[in-house]
């Protein structure tokens, strides 16, 4: 069964730097998109980005294009996500997830169907 477990959260200054981890577990072949997605209070569940689990080439949403970068260790079956420039609207609940596929370039949360059980980010002076 496949399962994921993201850390790495925490407390940092606007402008500071973070980097999430999303370790992955039964991920037995390569047809998987793997997806970073957030939740702010009183907002909707958000997608930050997503690579293909082979790994390829990530895809970005506007919000954090040039400052958020997402990378799949396959030999070590882990999922990052480095957050630079952080700002307080970063602030949120980080999600990694996954779904079926080869062509990562969708970010619909109700596409993805493995979630792991979130990760506290918090941007604040």
């Known amino acids: 069964e496949e399962q994921l477990q993201e850390s790495g959260g925490g407390l940092v200054q606007p402008g500071g730097s973070l980097r999430l981890s999303c370790a992955e577990f039964?991920?037995?072949?390569?047809?998987?998109?793997m997806g970073w997605f957030r939740q702010a209070p009183g907002k909707e569940r958000e997608g930050v980005g997503s690579?293909?689990?082979?790994?390829?080439?990530?895809y970005y949403a506007d919000s954090v294009k040039g400052r958020f970068t997402i990378t799949q260790d396959t030999a070590n079956s882990t999922l990052y996500l480095q957050m630079n420039s952080l700002e307080p609207e970063d602030t949120a609940i980080y999600y990694c997830?996954?779904?079926?596929?080869?062509?990562?370039?969708?970010?619909?949360?109700?596409?993805?169907?493995?979630w792991g059980q979130g990760t506290q980010v918090t941007v604040s002076s």
């Open positions: 997830a996954a779904r079926r596929g080869s062509v990562c370039t969708r970010l619909g949360a109700n596409e993805y169907f493995h």
């Open positions: 039964g991920f037995t072949d390569s047809v998987w998109c």
């Open positions: 690579i293909s689990i082979v790994p390829g080439v990530p």
